[in-house]
């Protein structure tokens, strides 16, 4: 008998419905995935405003230079994510996300010493934000897959979508935490406490049971091989094709609001780490509150659909966040730009593993990471923009960049918005 019935079977007697908004919590294992990923992100977020906070000091508060240092996290995510894809399908989920958690664990810890010891330079950030994201290329592609390992296809979105509740409520927490320690502590001695983090993600993950049987694979098959049957693949289901290429939209225009976010806020609000910590915070609660209510929705309906309203609505948003001169305004646009995402993104990543096979699964959703190393990369050219514009203006443009891009995938694809 399949081990995720009697699994359901137990959380039904005991909480009742099984449509409840954290049904996914009755399996053992992905408790403990829920808890290694909260603990990895809260590192993320931490990190984002540290290293951002670092760059500031080191570069006399330049856009270009936070854009820079994403860019050297970005250019491997982008091009090695699908290698990670591969290699999730070839060998144990469980263990390359414990290589790579581990090896972040030993580059945080290095930066903060390079950091307490005051001979941080900004070519130092360069090397390990590269390093940070050839890690990542390999753990996000495994992390996101193995969900499916663990709990059953029925229940995929709302483990996906409770995942994504557990990174953003690291986005409220951790850069406001690290905000305020920055103040106390410098950015070393953050730092170091992200490196405990990491720590903790890695415990987590070791007691998780499933994702440790190597997949089956034909014999002698070689990794560029399977890299181009993965990209086959997806150019042969037109569904998988639009979700991948809606994926990377938002990515393009999107998402580099994240990345000028502290010098947006240096030039429009003068703000201290403290207060970038704050606006962070903001669209994690936002974030946290799209995907709790995604979570809580079962039997959903036009789905491509409403990933294409997510983005247009997104950009209109990110158009109105540039306009923004006060906290008072700021911090309730980007709330609704933080629910607006978080829902496209879970629901993207949901669509993406449920029309994938168990074969293909970790290609494709490698495909899907891939924009996660395009979303800082593509801050570069507006972080190059803003330096001569203005944070503010180069933000509105991508917003309106985002809104069209859109409307031309929304004309281009008619079956793909059709489909239920």
Not at 108 to 121: C, P, Q, R, V
Not at 216 to 239: C, H
């Amino acid at each position: 008998m399949d081990p995720h019935v009697n699994q359901q079977e137990k959380y039904e007697r005991k909480h009742g419905r099984l449509s409840s908004v954290f049904q996914s919590f009755g399996y053992r294992d992905y408790r403990w995935l829920w808890l290694g990923t909260f603990f990895s992100f809260m590192a993320v977020g931490m990190q984002q405003v540290t290293r951002g906070w670092l760059v500031l000091r080191l570069t006399d508060d330049s856009p270009f230079a936070l854009a820079l240092v994403m860019m050297s996290f970005a250019l491997p995510l982008t091009f090695a994510s699908i290698l990670g894809g591969v290699l999730a399908d070839r060998i144990p989920r469980r263990q390359i996300i414990l290589l790579s958690q581990g090896g972040n664990m030993i580059l945080t810890l290095f930066l903060a010493t390079l950091d307490m010891t005051g001979i941080i330079l900004f070519w130092h950030l360069l090397v390990i934000g590269f390093c940070n994201g050839t890690l990542a290329a390999f753990n996000m592609p495994s992390r996101q897959s193995i969900t499916s390992d663990i709990v059953p296809g029925e229940t995929l979105m709302n483990a996906i979508s409770l995942n994504s509740a557990g990174m953003n409520i690291t986005r409220i927490i951790g850069p406001a935490l690290a905000g305020v320690l920055i103040i106390y502590m410098d950015t070393a001695g953050v730092f170091y406490l992200i490196a405990l983090f990491h720590a903790f993600s890695v415990l987590c993950t070791t007691l998780i049971k499933e994702g440790r049987t190597q997949s089956k694979d034909s014999p002698g098959k070689g990794i560029f091989t399977d890299i181009r049957e993965g990209f086959q693949y997806a150019v042969g289901n037109p569904i998988l094709l639009g979700l991948v290429i809606m994926n990377f939209v938002p990515a393009l225009f999107g998402f580099p609001y994240l990345t000028l976010l502290p010098a947006w806020g240096r030039e429009v609000l003068n703000i201290q780490s403290d207060g970038l910590g704050i606006l962070m915070t903001c669209v994690g609660i936002g974030s946290l509150i799209g995907v709790m209510g995604l979570a809580s929705l079962y039997h959903l309906k036009r789905r491509r659909a409403l990933l294409v309203a997510l983005a247009f609505l997104w950009g209109t948003a990110l158009i109105l966040f540039s306009r923004c001169a006060s906290y008072t305004t700021a911090v309730p646009t980007l709330m609704i730009i933080g629910v607006l995402s978080a829902v496209f993104m879970s629901l993207n990543m949901t669509l993406m593993q449920s029309y994938s096979s168990h074969e293909m699964r970790g290609r494709i959703v490698s495909m899907g990471m891939m924009t996660f190393g395009v979303m800082p990369l593509s801050a570069v050219p507006f972080g190059a923009l803003a330096e001569g514009i203005g944070t503010a203006d180069s933000l509105g443009i991508a917003g309106l960049l985002l809104c069209l891009f859109t409307i031309v995938f929304f004309l281009a694809f008619p079956r793909f918005r059709k489909v239920s």
